[in-house]
């Protein structure tokens, strides 16, 4: 589709809305520097990050040529004196659209061009240059710098074009070199990332671990750091309980006492829930304090909130229905239910707070709960949940916090009969502004967004989705990340002890504890990459298998 001033100026409302955007922060002036590529370059990633998530924007090549770039002075960075026939800003956007190509040399810039009339129009180019001009502006008048920002603006593009689900050209590099004057230089090896890792996650274990303690009185002999060691050694092996564990610790630990395994259970029993709580919440202010220093960590904005499950419980739960409450399948099972708020999207997933769920606790207490923890450690603009939150009194109170949401909408009969009417017209979107009732009188306004499933296997209404949001169907693409926390939940429940136990304090401190053990390998994740490339990429460069065995190094293992 083509891009209209209409849906322009929707993407440009939509970024001036944002409560937060991470402004470039410009050296020469208080204000701004128009000759500043960092500038250029962030201007580029936030314009791209809401381009593409409007519905009439499929196209690179229509951003590449409809890019505000017009304030931008690039005679700063041209080394060429003399007059020329063809301007900046131009060759700018022409050379952008060579790397979104992945094409090695002019040639295929120029056949490309030649071929494409209506693309030179739009670009502004009079006459198509030819070979050696081309040749010529990349290697001799852009400057290096210019020409480094050419190159991350058109990776920025291709990784916020494929995350809307914009056809791109070519798979985007996940990882770059570091900013050394080797180009070529290779990523870091194996051994490089283990010595960097080893030398962060001795730092963070003995920043985070002080935030725990356990209710014990004086002269005790075994440190409590032992308790965390075990701890951490259980998370090390999956389905491994204290007992077993607490066996093979007291072999593989260097230090002379350890906790026997009922002992560091009676401990951990004796610790009421809101202290474990509390004990986390401060672990992972440690934490964020740690990565404050990093510009990556402050992409933060996105939250998804969700529950998960412990393993179905099979034994007899007489005197805690309260707590082994059933699972969300329809079946005749039960499991203890843990909620969490974790960051999602281009941040590090850290695990912000997890609290346990009871019987009777409206899915609106346990959102406002986890976003008053949320919101003191990081800045939050996006609420993302899955459709069992989608209860109009719970979005009024997100947005009352001034905060947009995307939840997924159980399908009433109203939706039912509209999907059907969609089905009929062949048309795979619709939006529809809603009125919801909350009772005497008030409303709450949002939006739902109909979208037809690909390759669905009904075929019926069945094949749409719908979902509401209060900021328009524009917001629809984040909701992708929300598959991100149950990826880290596979991972939680990877590091948590075995237990048979029914003691709600200890089943909940080893989930919680879990979640701790995963956000400090997603915090020392990060800080490798940063330290290492000068980059962070969501895919991890250090295993969590890494980050255990180097955490339980730090608390008295080997």
């Known amino acids: 589709m083509v891009a209209t001033w209409e849906s322009q100026r929707t993407v ?20 701004y520097d128009q000759t500043s590529l960092a500038g250029l370059e962030s201007d580029i990633q936030i314009v791209s990050e809401v381009w593409f998530t409007h519905h009439e924007h499929d196209s690179l090549e229509q951003f590449i040529c409809t890019l505000p770039i017009a304030y931008f002075r690039f005679e700063a960075h041209d080394r060429y004196r003399r007059s020329t026939c063809y301007e900046m800003d131009t060759l700018f956007r022409v050379f952008m659209l060579k790397e979104l190509h992945g094409w090695k040399n002019e040639t295929a810039l120029l056949e490309y061009l030649d071929s494409h009339p209506e693309l030179c129009e739009r670009l502004e180019l009079g006459t198509v240059p030819d070979q050696s001009t081309l040749w010529r502006t990349w290697n001799e008048r852009f400057t290096r710098d210019l020409r480094d920002t050419v190159q991350k603006a058109a990776r920025t593009i291709l990784i916020k074009a494929q995350n809307a689900g914009v056809a791109v050209p070519r798979e985007p590099e996940r990882n770059l070199p570091g900013r050394g004057d080797d180009a070529t230089e290779s990523d870091p090896n194996d051994q490089a990332i283990l010595d960097k890792a080893g030398k962060i ?99 933060a904005g996105i939250v998804a909130i969700d529950i998960t499950e412990d393993d179905p419980f099979t034994g007899d739960r007489t005197g805690h229905e309260d707590e082994i409450i059933g699972t969300k399948e329809k079946n005749d099972e039960y499991a203890y239910q843990w909620a969490t708020v974790q960051l999602v999207g281009n941040a590090v997933p850290l695990v912000l707070d997890a609290r346990p769920v009871r019987r009777g606790e409206s899915r609106k207490e346990i959102v406002k709960d986890l976003l008053n923890s949320a919101e003191e450690l990081v800045h939050v603009d996006n609420v993302l949940m899955d459709r069992e939150f989608d209860s109009q009194h719970l979005l009024e109170m997100i947005s009352q916090r001034g905060l947009s949401y995307v939840v997924p909408k159980r399908m009433q009969a109203s939706e039912k009969a509209q999907a059907k009417r969609l089905l009929q017209r062949g048309q795979d979107r619709y939006e529809t502004d809603r009125k919801l009732h909350l009772g005497k009188n008030e409303w709450h306004e949002t939006t739902l967004i109909y979208r037809r499933k690909e390759n669905s296997e009904h075929d019926d209404h069945r094949q749409y989705s719908v979902f509401m949001s209060n900021r328009g169907g524009g917001f629809l693409s984040e909701y992708g990340h929300r598959w991100e926390i149950e990826s880290g939940y596979r991972s939680i429940k990877r590091f948590m002890a075995a237990t048979t136990s ?37 895919a991890p460069m250090v295993t969590a298998d890494n980050t255990l065995t180097l955490l339980k190094k730090e608390t008295g293992i080997g």
Request: glycine share 6%; proline share 4%.
């Open 201 to 299: 996650t001795d730092h963070i274990s003995r920043v985070v671990f002080p935030a725990f303690s356990l209710n014990r009185g004086e002269g005790c002999e075994i440190p409590e750091n032992a308790y965390w060691g075990l701890q951490t050694y259980l998370g090390l092996r999956e389905n491994l309980a204290a007992n077993e564990g607490a066996q093979s610790f007291i072999h593989e630990s260097t230090r002379d006492r350890t906790p026997l395994g009922h002992g560091h259970r009676d401990q951990i029993r004796d610790l009421p829930i809101e202290q474990i709580r509390e004990m986390y919440r401060q672990a992972v202010q440690q934490l964020t304090n740690e990565l404050a220093g990093t510009e990556e960590f402050f992409r």
């Open 12 to 31: 440009f409302r939509r970024i001036a809305q944002q409560p937060y955007v991470q402004w470039p922060v410009y050296d020469s002036t208080p204000l």
């Open 502 to 538: 029914t003691n709600f304090g200890l089943r909940f401190f080893y989930f919680a504890f879990a979640c701790l053990l995963y956000s400090i390998w997603r915090a020392v994740d990060l800080l490798v990459q940063v330290e290492l490339t000068g980059e962070y990429e969501h």
